[in-house]
């Protein structure tokens, strides 16, 4: 299971810092992802890092301002969000890659993901 927190309320501009912790097993050889969720949209990608932590990747919306982490010893992914947009505002979920294939090119589907947490609000106001 996998719980998300860290969202809250902030300025365009500002920084949060999203936390997604594991419980009931071990995540270190899965890779994981974090999807955001705005109202009457669909969910899409935002960053994804391998089961080892050596690669990451971002949708061209965050990238150069997002960055995604993991710390296997206390099973937690971390996404540092700076310079926010009002557009940045979402519920944001994190998940685990059920595929384990990476490679060029390849598009993030959220149904690519299981496990996913409640979500963590978002809101970046102007």
């Known amino acids: 299971q996998l719980q998300e927190s860290g969202g809250g309320v902030v300025q365009a501009g500002g920084s949060l810092r999203l936390s997604c912790v594991a419980s009931?097993?071990?995540?270190?050889?899965?890779?994981l992802g974090w999807f955001r969720q705005a109202p009457g949209k669909e969910r899409q990608f935002v960053s994804a890092?391998?089961?080892?932590?050596?690669?990451?990747y971002y949708a061209d919306s965050v990238k150069g301002r997002f960055t995604i982490s993991r710390d296997s010893a206390e099973n937690t992914v971390y996404l540092e969000m700076s310079s926010l947009k009002v557009d940045d505002t979402a519920v944001y979920f994190c998940?685990?890659?059920?595929?384990?294939?990476?490679?060029?090119?390849?598009?993030?589907?959220?149904?690519?993901?299981?496990?996913w947490g409640q979500g963590t609000q978002v809101t970046v106001s102007s």
């Open positions: 009931g097993g071990s995540v270190s050889n899965f890779a």
């Open positions: 890092i391998t089961s080892g932590g050596l690669h990451t």
């Open positions: 998940g685990i890659d059920m595929t384990g294939f990476f490679y060029p090119g390849r598009v993030f589907s959220e149904n690519d993901y299981a496990y």
